[in-house]
């Protein structure tokens, strides 16, 4: 409630005898989702209620003291969580809704982690879009409803399994805006979210 009284902590420490590590917050509807690192458990998804008893961690997703180091937590929607994360086989695209049933894995690419080159996802008409690689296609973008059958490349802006680099991706009211390179050049995009609805603003590197 923004008080002295009413601000207490939800975990004090592991009483295992490891370390706590909570870091990258996201506030979902009515819950927190976060990283913590535990000796026993690694780097794993957490979340709270705002309560001591509601707060614990998701599921193991890489089990004992393996991580799957959950990475770019997005809030799709209320209560719905896409993160990036590695249960042994290596990093894959994933939503939560905070409980271990409701934690699934969206589709076998490898979602690549926001950095130079590599934009963050970004949140559009109720669904995520992500910089995603494969065999098939390379690195491209990538949507997901929330849901296996929901998942999908967007569009093949580099046919073929060479692939894209994109630089930056911004909502705007209608659509979105994205920034990619390649060794043409810089280009800059405007999407819809679908295959037809996305069109080359400016080919810089022309």
């Known amino acids: 409630v923004g008080t002295a009284v009413g601000t207490v902590p939800l975990r004090v420490g592991n009483v295992t005898g490891g370390f706590d590590?909570?870091?990258n917050l996201l506030s979902s509807g009515d819950r927190l989702f976060f990283v913590?690192?535990?000796s026993d458990t690694g780097s794993e998804l957490w979340t709270s209620d705002g309560t001591a008893g509601g707060s614990a961690m998701v599921v193991d997703l890489n089990p004992s003291f393996a991580s799957s180091n959950p990475s770019s937590l997005t809030?799709?929607?209320p209560g719905l969580v896409y993160f990036r994360a590695d249960a042994g086989l290596g990093a894959r695209p994933w939503v939560s809704d905070g409980t271990a049933f409701g934690t699934t894995q969206l589709a076998d690419v490898s979602p690549l982690e926001p950095k130079v080159l590599v934009a963050a996802p970004v949140v559009f008409g109720g669904r995520v879009?992500?910089?995603a690689s494969d065999a098939r296609y390379g690195t491209e973008l990538w949507v997901s409803d929330g849901t296996p059958a929901g998942?999908?490349?967007m569009k093949d802006l580099t046919p073929g399994s060479g692939g894209t680099s994109f630089l930056d991706i911004t909502v705007g009211y209608?659509?979105?805006y994205f920034a990619t390179w390649s060794m043409r050049g810089a280009t800059l995009w405007w999407s819809d979210?679908?295959?037809a609805g996305t069109?080359?603003?400016r080919d810089v590197g022309t």
């Open 75 to 77: 809030s799709l929607r």
């Open 199 to 201: 069109k080359m603003l």
């Open 174 to 176: 209608s659509g979105f």
């Open 151 to 153: 998942t999908s490349i």
């Open 21 to 23: 590590r909570p870091r």
């Open 193 to 195: 979210g679908t295959d």
């Open 36 to 38: 913590e690192t535990r």
């Open 129 to 131: 879009f992500f910089v």
